[in-house]
C-alpha cells in the first residue's frame, strides 16, 4: 500500500512537473516577440534545442515530450516565426505545426509610383516595364523577402485582376499597356469613378482628333514634384513623358493604378466635353469649349 501511494505521489508530482513545463510560459514578462527561423530539413530535437538556444523556452525536453505525445515530429514546418518567451510550449508548437509563419503586412495604395512603393518596402525591385503593372492591394509578405518575390507576387496580382478583360480590349484595338498607361493618367488626374469614366472619354476623345492631352500629372512624374501647379517652363520639358510637348499617350504608364481606373479606361463614357480642371479642392469641373476652359482656370486656379 506504501508503494501504492509513492507511486501516485511520484505521478502527480511528474504531471506538475510537465505541466509546468508545458503550459507555463519561460519568461510571461517578455511580451517582445523575436524571429525564429526553422530551416528546411531540421529535426524536432534541432528546433527544441535552438529555442532553448534562442531563450524561447525553459528545457527542449518539454518541446521533444509535447510534440511526440502528440505525434506531430514530422508536421513541424520550415519558415520563419514570429515568438516570444511570453508563449506557452502548446502555443509555440502549434504555430510550428500549422506553418503559421511570420508575416509583413503592407498596403500600396492606389497611385503609387514604382519608386513609392520601393521607399515604402526598403526595397528595390528588379525587373523592366514595372510601372503601371503592380496591382495596389494590402499584401503579406515574410519578413526577409526579396525584391524579385515582391514583384512576382504584384504582377500575379495584377495579372489576376486584368485578365477577364483582355479580350475586350484587344477587341477594341488597343493593347494592354495603352489601357494601363490611360489608367494611370486617370489615377492621377481624378478621384470619383464618374469623373474619371467623363475624363476617359475626353481624353481618347482628344488622342483620335490628335489634340495634346495636356496632362498636368506627367509633368509631376518627369519633375518627381508633388506639387499640382506647373510652370510654362516645365509643359517645354523635352520627354516622351510630357504631354504637352507630345502628341499622344506618354511614354508610358506613370503611377500604378486602381481596378477603378483600369475600368475606366475600358470603359470610358460619351460626352460633349473636350476639357476637364481639377479645382484645389480636388473636384472635377467639365467644359465644352477652350472658351468655358479658360475662363473655368481663371475661376478655380488663380
Same mark, same amino acid.
Given at each position: =500500500? ?21 503550459? %507555463? ?5 517578455? @511580451?517582445?516577440? *523575436? ?12 528546433? $527544441? ?10 528545457? &527542449? ?19 520563419? #516565426?514570429?515568438?516570444?518567451?511570453? =508563449?506557452?510550449?502548446?502555443?509555440? $508548437? ?11 503586412? @503592407? ?36 519578413? &526577409?523577402?526579396?525584391?524579385?518575390? @515582391?514583384?512576382? *507576387? =504584384?504582377?500575379?496580382?495584377?495579372? *489576376?485582376?486584368?485578365?477577364? #478583360? &483582355?479580350?475586350?480590349?484587344?477587341? $477594341? ?8 498607361? =490611360? $489608367? ?14 467623363? @475624363? ?6 482628344? %488622342?483620335?482628333?490628335?489634340?495634346? %492631352? ?6 509631376? #512624374?518627369?519633375?518627381?514634384q508633388k506639387t499640382t501647379k506647373i510652370s510654362k517652363e516645365e509643359t517645354q520639358i523635352d520627354s516622351p513623358y510630357n504631354t504637352y510637348k507630345y502628341l499622344g499617350l506618354p511614354k508610358g504608364p506613370i503611377c500604378n493604378p486602381g481596378l477603378e481606373s483600369i475600368l475606366a479606361a475600358i470603359y470610358p463614357k ?19 469649349? %477652350?472658351?468655358?476652359?479658360? #475662363? ?7
Amino acid at each position: =500500500m506504501r508503494k501504492f501511494f509513492f507511486f501516485i505521489i511520484l505521478l502527480l508530482f511528474l504531471g506538475i512537473f510537465l505541466w509546468q513545463g508545458i503550459f %507555463l510560459p519561460k519568461d510571461s514578462s517578455v @511580451v517582445e516577440k *523575436k524571429l525564429f527561423l526553422i530551416e528546411k530539413g531540421q529535426s524536432l530535437f534541432q528546433i $527544441a534545442e535552438n529555442l532553448e538556444r534562442e531563450s524561447l523556452i525553459k528545457n &527542449r525536453f518539454f518541446f521533444d515530450f509535447y510534440v511526440l505525445i502528440r505525434g506531430a515530429q514530422n508536421k513541424l514546418q520550415a519558415g520563419e #516565426y514570429s515568438l516570444s518567451p511570453s =508563449m506557452d510550449i502548446t502555443e509555440i $508548437a502549434k504555430k510550428i505545426i500549422s506553418g503559421e509563419v511570420a508575416k509583413i503586412v @503592407v498596403t500600396i495604395p492606389e497611385g503609387f509610383t514604382v519608386k513609392q512603393i520601393e521607399e515604402r518596402l526598403g526595397l528595390k525591385l528588379p525587373g523592366e516595364n514595372l510601372e503601371g503593372f503592380l496591382f495596389p492591394d494590402t499584401y503579406q509578405f515574410p519578413p &526577409r523577402v526579396s525584391g524579385a518575390e @515582391v514583384v512576382k *507576387k =504584384m504582377r500575379d496580382n495584377f495579372d *489576376k485582376k486584368f485578365t477577364p #478583360y &483582355r479580350n475586350e480590349v484587344s477587341g $477594341a484595338g488597343l493593347t494592354p499597356f495603352e489601357i494601363i498607361t =490611360m $489608367a494611370s493618367l486617370l489615377e492621377k488626374e481624378v478621384k470619383t469613378k464618374e469623373d474619371k469614366e467623363l @475624363v476617359s472619354g475626353i481624353l481618347w476623345k482628344r %488622342l483620335e482628333n490628335k489634340i495634346p %492631352l495636356q496632362i498636368d500629372a506627367t509633368i509631376t #512624374y518627369i519633375t518627381g514634384q508633388k506639387t499640382t501647379k506647373i510652370s510654362k517652363e516645365e509643359t517645354q520639358i523635352d520627354s516622351p513623358y510630357n504631354t504637352y510637348k507630345y502628341l499622344g499617350l506618354p511614354k508610358g504608364p506613370i503611377c500604378n493604378p486602381g481596378l477603378e481606373s483600369i475600368l475606366a479606361a475600358i470603359y470610358p463614357k460619351d460626352s460633349d466635353y473636350w476639357y476637364y480642371l481639377s479645382t484645389p479642392e480636388g473636384e472635377t469641373t467639365f467644359s465644352k469649349t %477652350l472658351e468655358e476652359h479658360n #475662363y473655368a482656370k481663371s475661376k478655380y486656379l488663380r
